[in-house]
């Protein structure tokens, strides 16, 4: 039995489901193929937050642009399925960063998170962040930061933008895993599923952590990274708002995100292997979470109800796990591989994910020779049009590339700006500016439902 679409797409996490309903707006016969439950691999596994990378600002400041200039477009097409989440980060005594660098990142952060309707950060002093969370330690606290992202049930985003794909015409197939690619002379002409032979003039490989394997029925290669992230999760809340904490080993930090779930920690961030199907989370990251969240939180509970691993599907890169770029990439295996029409989509982030779909859908339309223009942005994930957004610049790309193949001159241009930035914050406190704010005007601040 065969078939034939304009587009298949293989992969049906968010990046996938993306794809897909890009593809369906701009009118291509489209279907998706996903080997078990959309949404439940990578997707599910992530730390349930649209978010612009605060930690990239001090490597990779050109992704932390594009994933909050794309997460201003996602928010605004699923705001139903989003929640404002405060996040605090509390300072100590001997922190690899001092609260004047701290509050000098946020305040570089606050120039992005317009972007995505954001809040400017607030300070606060010691005694009012334990007036906020009073399990806190106490001994050596120098005082917090509040900043806000936004917390999503993953899930839930990638049915949705299935749900909105298969309104505009698209075909989505859980449990269909694809066994090989239709081949001809210089080309992929589709895929083999179970017993099926579905054909496509364009075929996008969006199968994150799992590119490369899906790359290789075709003889191709992905240069992937993985990296494994694991999460304790809790069934209850257990603090009143989102924590950002710096880890036992002072190399890393962790979220504490509450939400109408429960409460998850993490993640890890140690090397996956090469094979995501044999991602395990040890009892050694378990520990590693649950130290690095009592430090400061003596009574939060050593009794968790899951482990969860997902992996990252990093773009393979020199240097160091720390160093690595979250940047996505769009692979057109005609010129890299001598295969017209196979593309492939990797790397990237799930606050990305739209942006990410849109790049690629703009090349199949290209290599269809229909150059419909992108919508994603035009329409919400229920149907409505969706409001205007105020126009920011994206980063340029040619640099982006050069950056991500220079990781220590990427770190060198992020750190550029963090010392002019600081600079500019030490002459304001030495002003008098940034009183601090009262644990009540940051309740105020944040709540959604106020006047």
């Given at each position: ?9 293989i992969?049906g ?8 309903r890009?593809c369906a ?5 489209t ?10 691999a990578?997707?599910g596994?992530s730390?349930?937050?649209i978010?612009g990378?605060l ?8 992704t ?7 997460s ?5 097409i699923a ?9 605090l980060w509390?300072?100590y ?8 660098t701290?509050?000098t990142?946020l305040?570089?952060y ?8 954001g809040?400017p950060?607030l300070?606060?002093s ?9 399990g806190?330690r ?15 049930d993953?899930v839930?985003l ?5 749900e909105?794909?298969r ?7 859980a449990?269909?895993?694809?066994t090989a690619l239709l081949?001809?002379v210089?080309?992929?002409?589709g895929?083999?599923?179970?017993d ?6 364009v075929?996008?490989n969006?199968?994150g952590?799992?590119?490369?394997r899906?790359?290789?029925?075709a003889?191709?290669r992905?240069?992937l990274?993985?990296q494994?992230g694991?999460?304790?999760?809790y069934?209850?809340?257990l ?7 710096e880890?036992e080993d002072?190399?890393?930090?962790v ?9 998850l920690?993490g993640?890890?961030?140690l090397p996956a292997?090469?094979?995501?199907d ?14 690095s ?9 050593q ?13 393979g890169?020199?240097?160091?796990e720390?160093?690595?770029?979250r ?6 295996h005609?010129?890299r591989?001598g295969l017209?029409?196979?593309l ?7 606050s990305?994910f739209?942006v990410?779909?849109q ?6 339309c ?5 150059p419909?223009a992108?919508?994603?942005f035009?329409?919400t ?7 205007d ?13 050069f950056?991500?193949?220079h990781?220590?001159?990427?770190e060198?241009h ?7 930035a600081?600079?500019r914050?030490?002459?304001?406190r030495?002003?008098g ?6 644990a009540?005007q940051?309740?105020?601040y ?6």
């Amino acid at each position: 039995m065969s078939e034939a679409f304009d587009v298949i797409v293989i992969g049906g996490g968010v990046t996938g489901a993306g794809v897909a309903r890009d593809c369906a707006m701009r009118g291509l016969r489209t279907l998706l193929l996903e080997r078990g439950k959309p949404g439940l691999a990578t997707t599910g596994n992530s730390t349930h937050l649209i978010h612009g990378g605060l930690r990239y600002l001090l490597y990779d400041r050109l992704t932390t642009h594009t994933t909050c200039w794309d997460s201003g477009h996602i928010v605004r097409i699923a705001r139903p399925l989003l929640r404002r989440l405060p996040i605090l980060w509390p300072v100590y005594d001997g922190h690899t960063h001092g609260l004047e660098t701290v509050e000098t990142l946020l305040e570089v952060y606050d120039g992005f998170q317009r972007m995505k309707e954001g809040k400017p950060h607030l300070r606060l002093s010691a005694e009012q962040t334990l007036k906020l969370v009073p399990g806190l330690r106490a001994q050596g606290l120098r005082g917090a930061v509040a900043f806000d992202e936004w917390w999503v049930d993953p899930v839930a985003l990638v049915e949705a933008n299935l749900e909105s794909a298969r309104r505009h015409g698209a075909s989505v197939r859980a449990d269909t895993p694809v066994t090989a690619l239709l081949r001809s002379v210089g080309r992929v002409d589709g895929v083999v599923a179970g017993d099926h032979e579905i054909r496509a003039a364009v075929t996008i490989n969006a199968a994150g952590p799992w590119v490369d394997r899906v790359a290789g029925l075709a003889g191709a290669r992905i240069p992937l990274r993985l990296q494994k992230g694991a999460h304790l999760r809790y069934d209850a809340q257990l603090v009143p708002m989102g924590l950002l904490l710096e880890a036992e080993d002072g190399d890393r930090y962790v979220f504490v995100v509450p939400s109408p779930q429960g409460t998850l920690v993490g993640p890890t961030d140690l090397p996956a292997g090469s094979d995501p199907d044999r991602l395990k989370a040890s009892e050694e990251e378990a520990r590693y979470l649950l130290a690095s969240v009592r430090r400061y939180l003596p009574e939060f509970p050593q009794r968790y109800d899951a482990l969860t691993i997902g992996a990252r599907p990093i773009l393979g890169q020199a240097g160091s796990e720390k160093l690595l770029s979250r940047e996505y990439e769009v692979f057109d295996h005609a010129r890299r591989d001598g295969l017209e029409g196979f593309l492939t989509i990797g790397g990237g982030k799930m606050s990305d994910f739209r942006v990410m779909a849109q790049a690629a859908t703009n090349l199949a339309c290209a290599k269809l020779g229909r150059p419909n223009a992108c919508l994603t942005f035009r329409e919400t994930l229920d149907g409505k049009p969706a409001q205007d957004i105020r126009a920011f610049p994206q980063p340029s790309a040619a640099v982006k590339r050069f950056l991500r193949r220079h990781p220590r001159l990427r770190e060198l241009h992020a750190l550029a700006y963090m010392a002019a930035a600081f600079a500019r914050h030490i002459g304001r406190r030495a002003m008098g500016e940034g009183a601090p704010a009262s644990a009540e005007q940051l309740k105020t601040y944040y709540d959604e439902t106020a006047a």
